[in-house]
Nanobody
Framework: QVQLVESGGGLVEAGGSLRLSCAASGTIFGDSAMGWYRQAPGKQREVVAV???????NYADSVKGRFTISRDNAKNTVYLQMNRLKPEDTADYYC??????????WGKGTLVTVSS
């Protein structure tokens, strides 16, 4: 009964910034990893950034230096600060959570559109 709800998507001009939030609710067992994935038209879903319960992070090469992922373990909330956005960042962004026992959950997605 884990539910993930994203917020913060929208339309922004190139070079601008957006901050995505994802709040998880329900019973989550073990130490979870949370992350953001995106899917652009005609492309497969790809990982953008992930963060463990201990705070270790990994980023896709395409967003390193521009995006920052963070989390609040007490609130089971993950954030994605996106700076210097580019048109190629346009995609549906999905929040993901994997429990300590390997159960995966996904949000409905939020659309980020970056105009040139």
């Amino acid at each position: 009964q884990v539910q993930l709800v994203e917020s913060g998507g929208g339309l922004v001009e190139a070079g601008g910034s957006l901050r995505l939030s994802c709040a998880a609710s329900g019973t989550i067992f073990g130490d979870s990893a949370m992350g953001w994935y995106r899917q652009a038209p005609g492309k497969q879903r790809e990982v953008v950034a992930v963060i463990t319960s201990g705070g270790s992070t990994n980023y896709a090469d395409s967003v390193k230096g521009r995006f920052t992922i963070s989390r609040d373990n007490a609130k089971n909330t993950v954030y994605l600060q996106m700076n210097r956005l580019k048109p190629e960042d346009t995609a549906d962004y999905y929040c993901n959570l994997v429990s300590g026992y390997g159960m995966a959950y996904w949000g409905k997605g939020t659309l980020v559109t970056v105009s040139s």
